[in-house]
């Protein structure tokens, strides 16, 4: 039977460590760590983990800004906002939730923040430094990072491990392969154009899957021994609970956890993470602007 991984604990002690570095950076510099959040529009799925970003902060001893702005926010608004909390010095970090409503062109909203500020590691220059060589980017996306830090903590060496990642996207699969491979995994990219999804998951060492779709993955289509890492969040209806929702990964779990050595649940195991991951990189983009390391 796998071993949980458990995403609220870690995130708990890495928030934990964010608050005591939070501290000394303050008492240090007299500043306080300080994040901008930018929501647009209405979305009650946004609005909440917004408000979960802020409380985070403030927990951490940071200090959070809230811009919200209604869906009909022009594009030239919201770039004045952005160019607004770019020259003002008092916020160390920006995060622009998304997604952003369709008439934005949410690309050129995420390359305005400023490289220094882009604590969501979003903008095409920090992507673009993590898929080069040689280059260290400023900050990268956080649900990557928190998902690497859930590896270490159990203590893999992924130096030439089999990671198949399942789902491309910006915000996850396609910074996540680019850590991955950084740090020495062997990684296949699976996404919706993948032929037989098992013979991948089937010689993969590590599955991480970030899709959006339960029961995508089963116990049947993973080695044995492996490491399954589930960042999907789906709502599927539940009579028995009290919303008449719970929530699920890509993962079926109980046939998984059968197979697999370790496993993270869902909720309780990347989500955590993310909130934990942005505090860590609010916190460096306050370190690095005010020049402390
Ligand atoms: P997304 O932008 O919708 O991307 C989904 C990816 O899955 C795409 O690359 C897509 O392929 C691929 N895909 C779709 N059907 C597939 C299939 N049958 N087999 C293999 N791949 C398939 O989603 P996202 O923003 O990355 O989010 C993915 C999931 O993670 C969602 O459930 C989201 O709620 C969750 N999430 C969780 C956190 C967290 O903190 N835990 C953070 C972010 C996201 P194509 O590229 O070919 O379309």
Redesign the pocket.
């Known amino acids: 039977m796998a071993e949980l991984i458990d995403g609220k604990a870690i995130a708990a002690g890495i928030r934990a460590d964010v608050a005591t570095a939070v501290a000394a950076f303050t008492a240090q510099t007299g500043y306080v760590p300080t994040l901008a959040t930018v929501l647009v529009g209405d979305d009650a799925g946004s609005a909440y983990y917004v408000r979960a970003k802020h409380r985070a902060c403030k927990s951490a001893g940071m200090k959070s800004v809230g811009h919200e702005l209604s869906a009909e926010t022009t594009q030239a608004e919201l770039e004045s906002l952005l160019k607004t909390l770019n020259d003002d010095d008092s916020i160390d970090g920006i995060l622009v939730q998304l997604p952003l409503p369709k008439h934005i062109d949410e690309q050129r909203i995420i390359d305005l923040v400023a490289i220094e500020k882009d604590v969501d590691g979003f903008n095409v220059q920090n992507i673009g430094a993590l898929a080069m060589r040689g280059r260290e980017p400023r900050f990268s996306p956080a ?1 990557p990072l ?1 998902i690497m830090r859930l590896l270490s903590e159990i203590g893999v060496d992924l130096n030439g491990k089999n990671v198949a990642m ?4 910006n ?3 396609t910074p996540t392969t680019l850590l991955l491979a950084n740090a020495n995994a062997t990684v296949t990219l ?5 032929r037989n ?1 098992a013979e991948h998951t089937r010689l993969a060492d590590i599955v991480i899957s ?4 339960p029961n ?1 993955i089963t116990g049947e289509m993973l080695k044995e021994g492996c490491i399954v890492i589930d ?4 709502e599927v209806a539940d009579e028995t609970a009290k919303r008449g929702y719970r929530l699920v990964g ?1 993962v079926a779990f109980e046939s998984a956890e059968k197979v697999a050595a370790h496993i993270t649940p869902v909720p309780g195991g ?2 955590p ?2 909130i934990a991951m942005l505090l860590v990189n609010t916190l460096k983009a306050a370190q690095l602007r005010r020049a402390t390391t």
């Open positions: 649900t928190g399942i789902g491309r996207s915000l996850v699969g699976c996404h919706s154009r993948t999804l970030a899709v959006g779709r995508l960042v999907a969040i789906n890509d990347v989500g993470m993310t």
